[in-house]
């Protein structure tokens, strides 16, 4: 068990969430970029879990190492320049740890995870005709004949709420609005029949009525399959639209986690806090307001103690000397802060 009565030490605990075998259980990641003038620290120890059927957000400005996280669960980044140091990866309990930080990682890593990006169109081979993209996966990724392939392109392009999606698939991508392009991005991830779905800002480069559509269609689909996903954004408001969990980044490490309603509700850590004011809600303000003075240290240059301590209203000599570990805070919320209480206060 891992609630707060739990006698482990708030380090050794799981991350927030876990169940006895969680879709993922990714411990202590740390990825450094080696270039040859220096060292590029950008991911400094990061562990989620995400159970069957979860939808989790990892939060964070620009810079947190969100992304990076989700290529190295997909075996995106190339090693060297990457170098991946994990303390376990789990999937459905089995042990992939060794597997995460070898050569055919991807190969592994793709049966499971699939991923969608902020800016369809560039993912996109704009010789091909959608159809042709999508059965080419679905031929050569899910061994289908081209008939069969044919057929199961339909039924994504209707899964995706493409209409017509017979003629559509003869279009080419520039045919498409950029709303109607992530819809066939995440109709290409749903071909690899992925386990977990890692959405990487897929909004960001859309309008704000065609983002909540797509987020709308996200949400759907992930529950209907009962898929995992990890959705990584910069917006707590869009986050909190399709996640029940949130992780909060920053300078490469989890600062606070928890359900996000309560961490909507009650922000603990003063960078979530930050995050929430700063957030242009109509509700409440018209523009964004400026909440965190300052911007976030670049990767190799991250202050020693609490990494947010120079943009931090409440810090004291402690924040500059050591590191706040996570501690339970409440039920399934953890926060990294030497000063929690008097933040959520
Ligand atoms: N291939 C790379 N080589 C060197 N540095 C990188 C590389 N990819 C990412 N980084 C650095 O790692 C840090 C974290 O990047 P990223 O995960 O993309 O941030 P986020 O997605 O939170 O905006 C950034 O400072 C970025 O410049
Ligand atoms: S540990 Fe200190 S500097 Fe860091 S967030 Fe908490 S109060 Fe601010
Ligand atoms: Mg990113």
Same mark, same amino acid.
């Given at each position: 068990m891992s609630g707060p009565e739990s006698s482990a030490p708030a380090a050794a605990r799981p991350? *927030?969430?876990?169940?006895? #075998?969680?879709? *993922?259980? /990714?411990?202590? /990641?740390? *990825? %450094?970029?080696?270039? @040859? $003038?220096? $060292? *590029?620290p950008a991911v400094r120890g990061v562990s989620l879990t995400v159970a069957e059927g979860e939808a989790v957000g990892i939060l964070g400005e620009s810079g947190s190492g969100k992304s990076v996280t989700g290529r190295t669960l997909l075996g995106l980044l190339r090693t060297p320049p990457a170098h991946i140091e994990v303390d376990h990866l789990r999937f459905r309990g089995e042990d992939m740890t060794a597997a995460m930080t070898g050569p055919n990682f991807s190969a592994q890593a793709t049966k499971r995870f699939a991923m969608i990006f902020q800016n369809p169109f560039t993912a996109l081979n704009p010789v091909f005709r959608i159809g042709t993209t999508l059965c080419e996966v679905l031929v050569k990724r899910r061994g289908m004949s081209r008939a069969d392939a044919r057929r199961a392109a339909v039924e994504l392009l209707d899964a995706v709420?493409?209409? $017509?999606?017979?003629?559509? /698939?003869?279009?080419? !991508?520039?045919?498409?609005?950029?709303?109607? &392009?992530?819809?066939?991005?995440? #109709?290409?991830?749903? #071909? /690899?029949?992925p386990e977990v779905l890692i959405a990487d800002e897929p909004t960001t480069a859309l309008d704000v009525t065609v983002q909540a559509r797509i987020l709308d269609l996200l949400r759907e689909i992930q529950r209907e399959r009962r898929m995992g996903m990890i959705f990584i954004s910069h917006d707590l408001d869009v986050v909190s639209e399709v996640t029940s969990r949130v992780y909060v980044m920053y300078a490469g490490r989890i600062v606070? %986690?928890?359900p996000v309603d309560s961490l909507s509700r009650q922000p603990r850590h003063p960078y979530t806090r930050g995050l929430w004011a700063s957030a242009p809600r109509l509700d409440r303000y018209k523009t964004r307001l400026p909440a965190i003075?300052?911007?976030? @240290?670049?990767?190799? &240059? #991250?202050?020693?103690?609490?990494?947010?301590?120079?943009?931090?209203?409440?810090?004291? $000599?402690?924040?500059?000397?050591?590191?706040?570990? !996570?501690?339970a805070v409440a039920e399934e919320a953890l926060v990294a802060c030497h000063h929690a209480d008097k933040a959520a206060a």
């Open positions: 991350a *927030v969430g876990a169940d006895p #075998a969680p879709l *993922v259980d /990714l411990g202590n /990641l740390r *990825v %450094t970029f080696r270039l @040859p $003038d220096r $060292d *590029v709420r493409i209409s $017509d999606a017979r003629n559509r /698939l003869r279009s080419y !991508p520039h045919e498409f609005s950029g709303g109607m &392009q992530q819809r066939i991005m995440i #109709a290409l991830a749903l #071909a /690899l029949e606070e %986690t928890g003075p300052g911007n976030p @240290p670049a990767p190799g &240059q #991250a202050p020693p103690g609490c990494a947010f301590h120079p943009r931090c209203r409440l810090a004291t $000599d402690i924040c500059a000397t050591e590191r706040p570990e !996570p501690r």
